[in-house]
């Protein structure tokens, strides 16, 4: 595991090995315990904040916190105890554990630590088996591991199985019915949380008092202890003690967040990744890491060469929500506001645009914590009578896991107005199970008896079309689904040079014709992020002498007649979009254009492979960059 580019040596790390029979550490052991400890929690701060510097993210927080018993564990399983060898973890962003791990088990050189989070890289932000030699799960989101977990035990009676938890991670619902099940079957699950009392938006004991993780495991059943995570021997006794009996029990380990590291102790901004200077001091203070150090003062974020005809500036969509609708806000009075608008953050206000209303307006804020399925149905219940409107924000890759809660919603007459940040796959080195590609799933009502199906979904194109998108809609009834990107958007330009949408109004269901070619020519149809990067492809292409029609569909589930009638006389027609291929808008979208009378060719493009790490080549790697949309259209056009 050592390595002569990677520069903290990890050969310092002791062999040791413990026994869970023996809840009491010598002399020797405990000293090797703490170096053991210190070592790896220090090259967790170098190389998580290395990626950092070079713009990647990479949260080091979690990841820092959890090593003591990590380190217990793994010389418990060192010493022969039956324990299936996997330290499964169910807040998939510590996965700089699992990348260390790899290394100090052989699977990895120590240097591929230096690639963390880069493209091709094999080591994106969440663990995926078989992307990464010595990885042997992958996490999903947040909270979802438990019950996968318990299967785990299942097949492999007569020994325990070690998840690692969060604060954050209990949260998700699918911990409750995964712990019931546990103490049902008497499995044999080790629930080690890590309680630091930080998540991404703030402090869980401050803003959702009552929320009490020894108590809410208890209350299922699950024999639950607290220690304090700092306290070494606290620490080993109650683990010795867990792993010396067979059934399902949970270990809530106290401590502040990022424990020692000044600057960072106990605030949530190291849930993400340390800054530079804060990891450049923490390992001065430790000495002997000069050569770390150099690496640090070295980085510089990754920035993208690439640049895009058609189109110029930049927006940010996800953050300019908050914005806007505070100035609608703005324009009621106190009374108005809380009697008619109740905004639900799920812990990612800040990614959200969300922070912007509880600055300004905390009267009608909800720190709901992460609690996607329940907030989404606090919403709609408060939206369920006229005049009130619900909003409520996540990323995309989460409206996954609250279908049940949109049909209910929509079966109930719900006004919510959902903003779903993080669409498509740009900029997501969370990679795969971060990407939001099922959005389409959102629109899967039917008609009702009195009336029509109000639900609507909208990708604007840049930030003039997604305001104006965002006032028009805001009063509207029913489901509204509106999607940005994590990456900031261009505007989009007319063939004069001037922003096609900057002072333009916003039309529901009607798409918007960018580029006009000559009658017989063929067209695009494109969604979201992909508008910018056709447009591109598109002057390209003229430039080579195939000219061909650009459509913005922003109101992505419904037809637009008189678009439609257009495409139905066109020879060809190629849908782009940053969804699933097989769930997206290209799915259905050769079904509208039969029903049209289309007789010309079709296909459509969009996400269909597991990601690639890194932050603009996501794009690139699904065939959607200009390159990619401009040989599609090309494909068609012969």
Same mark, same amino acid.
């Given at each position: 595991?050592?390595?002569?580019?990677?520069?903290?040596?990890?050969?310092? +790390?002791?062999?040791?090995?413990?026994?869970?029979?023996?809840?009491?550490?010598?002399?020797?052991?405990?000293?090797?315990?703490?170096?053991?400890?210190?070592?790896?929690?220090?090259?967790?701060?170098?190389?998580?904040?290395?990626?950092?510097?070079?713009?990647?993210?990479?949260?080091?927080?979690?990841?820092?916190?959890?090593?003591?018993? +990590?380190?217990?564990?793994?010389?418990?399983?060192?010493?022969?105890?039956?324990?299936?060898?996997?330290?499964?973890?169910?807040?998939?962003?510590?996965?700089?554990?699992?990348?260390?791990?790899?290394?100090?088990?052989?699977?990895?050189?120590?240097?591929?630590?230096?690639?963390?989070?880069?493209?091709?890289?094999?080591?994106?932000?969440?663990?995926?088996?078989?992307?990464?030699?010595?990885?042997?799960?992958?996490?999903?989101? +947040?909270?979802?591991?438990?019950?996968?977990?318990?299967?785990?035990?299942?097949?492999?009676?007569?020994?325990?199985?070690?998840? !690692?938890?969060?604060?954050?991670?209990?949260?998700?619902?699918?911990?409750?019915? /995964?712990?019931?099940?546990?103490?049902?079957?008497?499995?044999?699950?080790?629930?080690?949380?890590?309680?630091?009392?930080?998540?991404?938006?703030?402090?869980?004991?401050?803003?959702?008092?009552?929320?009490?993780?020894?108590?809410?495991?208890?209350?299922?059943?699950?024999?639950?202890?607290?220690?304090?995570?700092?306290?070494?021997?606290?620490?080993?006794?109650?683990?010795?003690?867990?792993?010396?009996?067979?059934?399902?029990?949970?270990?809530?380990?106290?401590?502040?967040?990022?424990?020692?590291?000044?600057?960072?102790?106990?605030?949530?901004?190291?849930?993400?990744?340390?800054?530079?200077?804060?990891?450049?001091?923490?390992?001065?203070?430790?000495?002997?890491?000069?050569?770390?150090?150099?690496?640090?003062?070295?980085?510089?974020?990754?920035?993208?060469?690439?640049?895009?005809?058609?189109?110029?500036?930049?927006?940010?969509?996800?953050?300019?929500?908050?914005?806007?609708?505070?100035?609608?806000?703005?324009?009621?009075?106190?009374?108005?506001?809380?009697?008619?608008?109740?905004?639900?953050?799920?812990?990612?206000?800040?990614?959200?645009?969300?922070?912007?209303?509880?600055?300004?307006?905390?009267?009608?804020?909800?720190?709901?914590?992460?609690?996607?399925?329940?907030?989404?149905?606090?919403?709609?219940?408060?939206?369920?009578?006229?005049?009130?409107?619900?909003?409520?924000?996540?990323?995309?890759?989460?409206?996954?896991?609250?279908?049940?809660?949109?049909?209910?919603?929509?079966?109930?007459?719900?006004?919510?107005? /959902?903003?779903?940040?993080?669409?498509?796959?740009?900029?997501?080195?969370?990679?795969?199970?971060?990407?939001?590609?099922?959005?389409?799933?959102?629109?899967?009502?039917?008609?009702?008896?009195?009336?029509?199906?109000?639900?609507?979904?909208?990708?604007?194109?840049?930030?003039?079309?997604?305001?104006?998108?965002?006032?028009?809609?805001?009063?509207?009834?029913?489901?509204?689904?509106?999607?940005?990107?994590?990456?900031?958007?261009?505007?989009?330009?007319?063939?004069?040079?001037?922003?096609?949408?900057?002072?333009?109004?916003?039309?529901?269901?009607?798409?918007?014709?960018?580029?006009?070619?000559?009658?017989?020519?063929?067209?695009?149809? /494109?969604?979201?992020?992909?508008?910018?990067?056709?447009?591109?492809?598109?002057?390209?292409?003229?430039?080579?002498?195939?000219?061909?029609?650009?459509?913005?569909?922003?109101?992505?589930?419904?037809?637009?007649?008189?678009?439609?009638?257009?495409?139905?006389?066109?020879?060809?027609?190629?849908?782009?979009?940053?969804?699933?291929?097989?769930?997206?808008?290209?799915?259905?979208?050769?079904?509208? !254009?039969?029903?049209?009378?289309?007789?010309?060719?079709?296909?459509?493009?969009?996400?269909?492979?597991?990601?690639?790490?890194?932050?603009?080549?996501?794009?690139?790697?699904?065939?959607?960059?200009?390159?990619?949309?401009?040989?599609?259209?090309?494909?068609?056009?012969?």
């Amino acid at each position: 595991m050592s390595s002569d580019r990677f520069p903290i040596d990890l050969n310092g +790390l002791k062999p040791l090995k413990l026994d869970p029979g023996k809840p009491s550490l010598t002399d020797e052991q405990r000293t090797a315990l703490r170096q053991n400890i210190q070592l790896a929690r220090d090259t967790i701060v170098f190389f998580t904040a290395l990626a950092g510097a070079k713009g990647l993210s990479g949260h080091t927080g979690g990841a820092y916190d959890t090593v003591p018993e +990590l380190m217990i564990v793994r010389a418990f399983i060192a010493n022969g105890a039956p324990i299936v060898p996997v330290c499964y973890d169910e807040a998939g962003h510590r996965v700089a554990t699992q990348y260390l791990l790899s290394v100090l088990n052989g699977a990895m050189p120590a240097d591929k630590l230096l690639q963390y989070r880069e493209y091709d890289s094999g080591l994106p932000g969440h663990p995926e088996k078989f992307l990464t030699p010595g990885v042997e799960f992958s996490s999903g989101r +947040l909270g979802h591991l438990w019950a996968f977990v318990n299967g785990v035990a299942m097949a492999n009676p007569g020994k325990a199985v070690v998840m !690692l938890g969060s604060d954050g991670s209990e949260m998700e619902g699918d911990n409750a019915e /995964a712990a019931r099940l546990a103490v049902a079957r008497k499995l044999n699950v080790k629930v080690l949380v890590d309680d630091n009392n930080v998540t991404i938006a703030g402090h869980p004991q401050e803003y959702m008092p009552g929320y009490d993780l020894t108590r809410t495991l208890a209350g299922y059943g699950v024999l639950t202890e607290t220690t304090m995570g700092e306290d070494l021997d606290a620490l080993y006794v109650d683990l010795c003690r867990m792993f010396c009996e067979d059934r399902p029990h949970a270990l809530v380990i106290k401590r502040p967040m990022a424990p020692g590291i000044e600057g960072a102790e106990g605030n949530p901004k190291a849930h993400e990744v340390l800054e530079a200077k804060t990891a450049i001091a923490y390992l001065q203070k430790r000495g002997g890491y000069e050569k770390a150090i150099a690496m640090l003062e070295a980085a510089r974020p990754a920035k993208s060469p690439l640049t895009y005809k058609g189109s110029s500036g930049v927006g940010k969509n996800r953050d300019d929500f908050g914005k806007i609708v505070n100035e609608i806000l703005d324009g009621m009075d106190e009374k108005t506001r809380v009697d008619s608008v109740r905004v639900f953050d799920n812990d990612l206000e800040g990614s959200c645009g969300l922070h912007h209303i509880r600055k300004k307006h905390p009267e009608v804020f909800v720190r709901g914590g992460i609690m996607e399925r329940g907030n989404y149905s606090a919403a709609a219940g408060f939206g369920s009578s006229k005049g009130r409107q619900g909003i409520y924000a996540t990323f995309s890759a989460f409206l996954e896991m609250c279908i049940s809660e949109i049909t209910m919603a929509r079966l109930n007459f719900a006004n919510v107005l /959902a903003h779903f940040s993080h669409s498509g796959v740009d900029d997501m080195a969370d990679n795969t199970c971060h990407f939001g590609i099922n959005s389409m799933f959102a629109d899967g009502g039917v008609t009702p008896g009195h009336g029509e199906d109000t639900t609507r979904l909208y990708f604007p194109a840049d930030q003039h079309q997604f305001a104006a998108c965002v006032k028009r809609i805001f009063n509207d009834e029913g489901l509204r689904f509106l999607f940005t990107t994590r990456s900031t958007v261009p505007d989009i330009l007319a063939e004069d040079g001037k922003p096609f949408y900057q002072g333009r109004t916003f039309e529901p269901g009607k798409d918007d014709l960018i580029r006009e070619a000559p009658a017989g020519s063929g067209y695009v149809v /494109a969604v979201g992020e992909t508008v910018y990067r056709a447009l591109d492809a598109l002057i390209t292409l003229q430039e080579r002498g195939l000219q061909v029609n650009l459509v913005n569909k922003a109101t992505v589930n419904v037809v637009d007649p008189v678009m439609m009638k257009k495409l139905a006389a066109a020879p060809f027609v190629l849908v782009v979009e940053g969804w699933n291929v097989k769930t997206g808008l290209g799915s259905r979208f050769g079904g509208y !254009l039969l029903q049209a009378g289309f007789k010309g060719r079709y296909n459509h493009i969009g996400t269909h492979k597991e990601g690639s790490g890194g932050l603009w080549q996501q794009m690139g790697y699904q065939g959607l960059d200009p390159k990619g949309i401009a040989a599609a259209i090309e494909a068609l056009a012969k």
